[in-house]
């Protein structure tokens, strides 16, 4: 199955900005829905499922938490399997890992598989 990979996270202040980017491999068009999800430090210990930040289907069709709504624009590019994350204003709160995610089309069977990257680390200071 294919992977994912983002970038983009760091130490950013409070009211800054910054834009996380997730690429999946394989062939172009290879996913339906992509996202980001997000954890915040320590949640994870404590058995707490993750965020949902912000999800855009294919057809460019988008969904955000309201914690986020304002804030942050989520984008794709099809062609080359990536998803992006621009986040303005941003709030100690926001401080996380952040997670890529996306259904993977399997062609063969008409499946999807739920992927996940491996995380990017978001802090904001205050």
């Known amino acids: 199955h294919a992977q994912l990979v983002e970038s983009g996270g760091g130490l950013v202040q409070a009211g800054g900005s910054l834009r996380l980017s997730c690429t999946g491999s394989g062939d172009p068009f290879r996913f339906d829905t992509m996202g980001w999800y997000r954890q915040a430090p320590g949640k994870q210990a404590q058995g707490k499922q993750r965020?949902?930040?912000?999800?855009?289907?294919?057809?460019?069709?988008?969904n955000y938490a309201d914690s986020v709504k304002g804030r942050a624009t989520i984008s794709r590019d099809n062609a080359k399997n990536t998803v992006y994350l621009q986040m303005n204003s941003l709030k100690p709160e926001d401080t996380a890992v952040y997670y890529c995610?996306?259904?993977?089309?399997?062609?063969?069977?008409?499946?999807?598989?739920?992927?996940w990257g491996q995380g990017t680390l978001v802090t904001v200071s205050s």
């Open positions: 965020e949902l930040v912000a999800l855009i289907t294919a057809s460019g069709n988008t």
């Open positions: 995610y996306a259904k993977e089309i399997i062609i063969t069977t008409g499946a999807y598989l739920e992927l």
